[in-house]
T-cell receptor, first 110, second 114 residues
Framework: KNEVEQSPQNLTAQEGEFITINCSYSVGISALHWLQQHPGGGIVSLFMLSSGKKKHGRLIATINIQEKHSSLHITASHPRDSAVYIC????????????FGEGTQLTVNP | EPEVTQTPSHQVTQMGQEVILRCVPISNHLYFYWYRQILGQKVEFLVSFYNNEISEKSEIFDDQFSVERPDGSNFTLKIRSTKLEDSAMYFCASQPGTVYEKLFFGSGTQLSVL
């Protein structure tokens, strides 16, 4: 069983829709990261969370430590948001390494 | 914004050859990492480097792999004798100081072993 599970694997939305991507993990963590991977392969860090909620522009990330669950929300989605969104965690027992989820492929159609 | 720079962007090599992948992390960062992503699979941790030494490594990071920070700016990953299964995108990342901060990734080196 993967330590980090994301859902859905694939998501297609119409421009303007509100999008939610979920991440569940099975181990105690120090931090959780949301990353964006563009079609060319490059990875950009969106958020690092250890508790609560963070917002940046149209992106909102939340985490519930007790339930071992995090969500990434995109409001007013746009075709340029099309990318793979990856959840990754720092397990408490593993120092600074990240354990990655499989990613969610998001496609936003105009 | 400061960037992590990786070279080359693509590397093609023959099985059994040595390759060196190069990275220039952000200058005042303290933690450095190598990750890899085999096509169609999730990103995997290889090694972390702090205070001029390896702080953690994965099962993948066997004796064929080594890392160096030879001059205080470059951070290199060497694969001594490449195998077909080493074909992957290799990402370098750096982090300012703790796990409670964002990572900054380079754009990756696509390694193809023939």
């Amino acid at each position: 069983k993967n330590e980090v599970e994301q859902s859905p694997q694939n998501l297609t939305a119409q421009e303007g829709e509100f999008i939610t991507i979920n991440c569940s993990y099975s181990v105690g963590i120090s931090a959780l990261h949301w990353l964006q991977q563009h079609p060319g392969g490059g990875i950009v860090s969106l958020f690092m969370l250890s508790s609560g909620k963070k917002k940046h522009g149209r992106l909102i990330a939340t985490i519930n430590i007790q339930e071992k669950h995090s969500s990434l929300h995109i409001t007013a989605s746009h075709p340029r948001d099309s990318a793979v969104y990856i959840c990754a965690v720092n397990p408490e027992t593993s120092g600074s390494r990240l354990t990655f989820g499989e990613g969610t492929q998001l496609t936003v159609n105009p | 914004e400061p960037e992590v720079t990786q070279t080359p962007s693509h590397q093609v090599t023959q099985m059994g050859q040595e390759v060196i992948l190069r990275c220039v992390p952000i200058s005042n960062h303290l933690y450095f990492y190598w990750y890899r992503q085999i096509l169609g699979q999730k990103v995997e941790f290889l090694v972390s480097f702090y205070n001029n030494e390896i702080s953690e490594k994965s099962e993948i990071f066997d004796d064929q792999f080594s890392v160096e920070r030879p001059d205080g700016s470059n951070f290199t990953l060497k694969i001594r004798s490449t195998k077909l299964e080493d074909s992957a995108m290799y990402f370098c990342a750096s982090q300012p100081g703790t796990v409670y901060e964002k990572l900054f990734f380079g754009s990756g080196t696509q390694l193809s072993v023939l």
